[in-house]
């Protein structure tokens, strides 16, 4: 089966607070690819990143990073500097199939709270 | 270049009744995915349509259906309402072969 899990329900931080954001996965398929995205109140689902099986590079986008480690199965999201604007629901997703753009399996979600 | 789109935004529906959602997918996607999401939890998959088929579904109920049409454009129908139906209804589009999936705004349905 295959699940992921968001252990941190809320999290409130004050401006230019760096914050993590904890995602663990299962799966027993070797291919599969994991996700991030950020849901405003607005409640549009926004791409942040996707990270496939093979590739265990850090990943580093302006103030956002994603720590990929499979030893754990974890597949963690660090904002630097966090801003009031990053405010917003976060969920980290898998996907097990390729080629077909595979349904997604969410985690349930981390809020975020950035307080200026 | 509009991104995927949704109607109606809101939508209150009473017990037993049926709708329909609709959903236009980006420009250059092929396939539509829906999903559901109650308050306060992660978005579960329904079903994905692909050259209007159904080619995956995910654990609902034969009430929830679909439908895909020849310019990409997807319905999700939901007959016979429960009030545990009352979500945000999510499409996202993709096209074949690439793996991101880009979503809407959603529809907010109430079940009275």
């Known amino acids: 089966a295959q699940k992921v899990t968001q252990a941190q329900t809320e999290i409130s931080v004050v401006e230019k607070e760096d914050v993590t954001l904890d995602c663990v996965y299962e799966t027993r398929d070797t291919t599969y690819y994991l996700f991030w995205y950020k849901q405003p109140p607005s409640g549009e689902l926004v791409f942040l990143i996707r990270?496939?099986?093979?590739?265990?590079q850090n990943e580093i986008s302006g103030r956002y990073s994603w720590n990929f480690q499979k030893s754990t199965s974890s597949f963690n999201f660090t904002i630097t500097a966090s801003q009031v604007v990053d405010s917003a629901v976060y969920f980290c997703?898998?996907?097990?199939?390729?080629?077909?753009?595979?349904?997604?399996?969410f985690g349930q979600g981390t809020e975020l709270s950035v307080k200026p | 270049d509009a991104g995927v789109t949704q109607s109606p935004t809101h939508l209150i529906k009473t017990r037993g009744q049926q709708v329909t959602l609709r959903c236009s997918p980006k420009s250059g996607h092929d396939t539509v995915s829906w999903y559901q999401q109650a308050l306060g939890q992660g978005p579960q998959f329904i079903f994905q349509y692909y050259e209007e088929e159904e080619r995956q579904r995910g654990n609902f109920p034969d009430r929830f259906s679909g439908h895909q049409f020849p310019n990409y454009s997807s319905e999700l129908n939901v007959n016979a309402l429960l009030l545990g139906d009352s979500a945000l209804y999510l499409c996202a589009s993709s096209r074949q072969g690439y793996n991101e999936q880009f979503f809407g705004p959603g529809t907010r349905l109430t079940v009275l």
């Open positions: 990270r496939n099986s093979f590739d265990e």
């Open positions: 997703a898998l996907s097990t199939l390729y080629n077909q753009g595979g349904k997604l399996i």
